[in-house]
């Protein structure tokens, strides 16, 4: 149920990332340590990813699982690690636990997350935590494009937006995190 609740909240958000990027849109939750996308609006163009509502991911192979895990403990990010072996999904794909700690602190220091075809070869993916008032990660929004779309010059103004709206719709479920 806070799921739903939270989609209602995140659609408006959503669509403003839509409309700044003209890249696709998607909300994913932890659930069971698996990274689960809830809602996405998708982009206005012929090219469409392969994400659907209720999608379950190893969370350390996706953008948006990443950034659901992000600010979790060691012990817990080892316990999501055991559940879903840091196997390879794509030749790029994450596959030690002391990488993926590595990875974990970049996105806590840039404010967002990066699937470099990690998940999907020909695919890349931005997302950024949304924080509860409580201040915990309580889900991720992000966007999914092709490598071309979301090429190295476009990359860090995608991330830009995904991470200030993240922090807009955390600061309407009642954060005070600015950053």
């Known amino acids: 149920m806070q799921g739903m609740a939270l989609r209602e909240v995140a659609i408006p958000h959503l669509r403003q990332i839509v409309e700044a990027t003209r890249l696709g849109a998607h909300l994913a939750i932890l659930d069971h340590c698996d990274a689960v996308y809830v809602e996405r609006i998708e982009s206005p163009g012929f090219i469409k990813m392969d994400i659907w509502n209720g999608r ?37 794909t994450i596959v030690t636990l002391p990488r993926l700690l590595e990875e974990l602190a970049a996105i806590r220091r840039r404010g967002y997350a990066i699937d470099d075809e990690e998940h999907a070869v020909g695919v890349r993916c931005v997302a950024a935590p949304v924080f509860a008032a409580s201040g915990e990660v309580v889900a991720a929004i ?12 476009y990359l860090p103004s995608v991330g830009s937006i995904v991470r200030a709206t993240a922090l807009k719709l955390s600061a309407q479920l009642g954060s005070r995190r600015n950053r």
């Not at 950034?67 to 030749?91: D, G, M, N």
């Not at 992000?142 to 010059?153: F, I, K, M, R, Y």
């Open 142 to 153: 992000g966007v999914s494009a092709t490598v071309s779309q979301l090429n190295d010059d």
């Open 56 to 92: 379950r991911v190893a969370p350390q192979a996706t953008a948006v699982g990443k950034a659901l895990i992000c600010c979790l403990e060691r012990q817990e990010v080892q316990e999501i690690a055991a559940l879903h072996p840091l196997s390879p999904v794509s030749p790029k």
